[in-house]
């Protein structure tokens, strides 16, 4: 298979520690390509395993970008794309020969159960080949009476309490709109295959690293659980704001919005001189944060009437004099178009395309790692399986 290895381009970025390593992704939709795409972004040769009418994000449009949807483009740039029908058992056999052949590491989020009846799981392909790390990404996990149940991202947000926590007090609850509970499981696959891996140097064994968007989902609600556990009382929503701190909370100003984090007595302190209201630093129902955090539906009435009086961008320029913590509310089109995302260089263009994304949220040595290739096109990469699936 050398000659299919050239197909990755090469790694020319600094910024690719993994360099060498080969991963293949078993996978659909966001949490398990987004793990791929992490390990693809820092260097990996990255191998996507596609159904015949491919990955369902595909289709996820409009808008579309290039040839398929721009969900599906964001996460899969620096992939190889191969197609194998699942059903086909000399298909599987050859996929299973590449994966004892070439792979480091194998990604999967099938439907539960399914890898287990192709002979493509984590128990029968370690007993072949015992340095393999093989990461499982499921819906509610491997044990449970909610074991075999699949999930996505709302319904995890909904299972977990992200939703119940999530709005304005009295309204109904509301979804976060950023995929949080994929991404975030994609992202604890790849730190969970990094232990694995780092083990692997010392002991030249691998091992099955389990993840789920339940559990994802569950560390997301972290703190607002240990409130509960400590106290028996459950956290109302807060729109904008924080449960046990204020004033810590968005504002309605002449002409959009500001979200102002007075987060200690000292910050609140300066923030009365700001609002000309000196008298609150010593009224005994906002002297300390457990006062405010009682008193907060009268504070926050007192605060907002004058927020509202002006602009945005006066009362950051004023909050920001005083060091108070403070952000406009952007939208999406703002925070793209900001000098600190243009100076940070978020937004990469990806070679050979006209398509542009966000980058990965690090850097090495101050170099951040860029796109090396556009995403593939459905099994442009069927050579790797050696002509036994047609192009």
């Known amino acids: 298979m050398d000659n299919a290895k050239s197909q990755q381009p090469d790694h020319t970025l600094s910024a690719s520690p993994f360099a060498g390593l080969t991963v293949i992704e078993i996978s659909n939709s966001v949490a398990a390509p987004f793990a791929g795409q992490i390990f693809s972004e820092l260097g990996a040769r990255l191998?996507?395993?596609?159904?015949?009418?491919?990955?369902?994000?595909?289709?996820?449009?409009?808008?579309?970008?290039?040839?398929?949807?721009?969900?599906?483009?964001?996460?899969?740039?620096?992939?190889?794309?191969?197609?194998?029908?699942?059903?086909?058992?000399?298909?599987?056999?050859?996929?299973?020969?590449?994966?004892?052949?070439?792979?480091?590491?194998?990604?999967?989020?099938?439907?539960?159960?399914?890898?287990?009846k192709l002979g493509i799981d984590a128990d029968t392909l370690l007993a072949l080949k015992p340095s393999l790390i093989y990461c499982n990404l499921g819906a509610f996990g491997r044990q449970g009476p909610l074991k075999d149940k699949p999930g996505y991202d709302p319904l995890m947000q909904a299972f977990s309490g992200i939703m119940s926590t999530t709005g304005e007090p009295g309204r109904p609850s509301v979804r976060v709109g950023a995929s949080l509970v994929d991404m975030g499981t994609g992202m604890w696959a790849v730190i969970g295959s990094l232990g694995a891996l780092l083990e692997r140097q010392h002991t030249g064994k691998g091992r099955v690293v389990d993840v789920s968007l339940f559990e994802t989902a569950s560390c997301w609600v972290s703190l607002m659980a240990s409130q509960y556990l400590a106290s028996g009382e459950l956290a109302s929503r807060q729109g904008s704001g924080a449960s046990g701190i204020v004033p810590y909370k968005g504002y309605v100003t002449s002409d959009g919005e500001v979200v102002i984090a007075a987060g200690s007595d000292k910050l609140f302190r300066k923030l009365t001189v700001v609002l000309n209201r000196p008298e609150w630093a010593t009224d005994p129902r906002f002297v300390d944060n457990p006062n405010r955090v009682k008193h907060q539906t009268i504070l926050y009435g007192l605060i907002e009437p004058l927020i509202a009086q002006q602009s945005t961008d006066y009362w950051v320029d004023v909050l920001e004099t005083h060091g108070i913590p403070c952000s406009p509310v952007n939208n999406l089109a703002q925070m793209l178009a900001h000098p600190q995302t243009a100076?940070?260089?978020?937004?990469?263009?990806?070679?050979?395309?006209?398509?542009?994304?966000?980058?990965?949220?690090?850097?090495?040595?101050?170099?951040?790692?860029?796109?090396?290739?556009?995403?593939?096109?459905?099994?442009?990469?069927?050579?790797?399986?050696?002509?036994?699936?047609?192009?």
């Open 47 to 116: 191998i996507k395993v596609e159904k015949p009418e491919g990955d369902d994000a595909r289709g996820w449009g409009p808008p579309f970008w290039e040839g398929a949807s721009a969900y599906f483009q964001a996460l899969n740039r620096n992939k190889l794309s191969i197609v194998c029908d699942l059903r086909d058992a000399e298909q599987i056999e050859r996929l299973k020969a590449l994966i004892l052949s070439e792979a480091d590491i194998v990604i999967q989020n099938l439907r539960p159960g399914q890898v287990e």
């Open 343 to 391: 100076a940070m260089g978020l937004v990469q263009d990806v070679p050979g395309t006209a398509m542009r994304f966000l980058g990965l949220p690090l850097s090495f040595d101050g170099q951040r790692p860029s796109p090396r290739s556009a995403p593939p096109k459905l099994g442009e990469h069927n050579s790797l399986l050696k002509g036994v699936i047609s192009k």
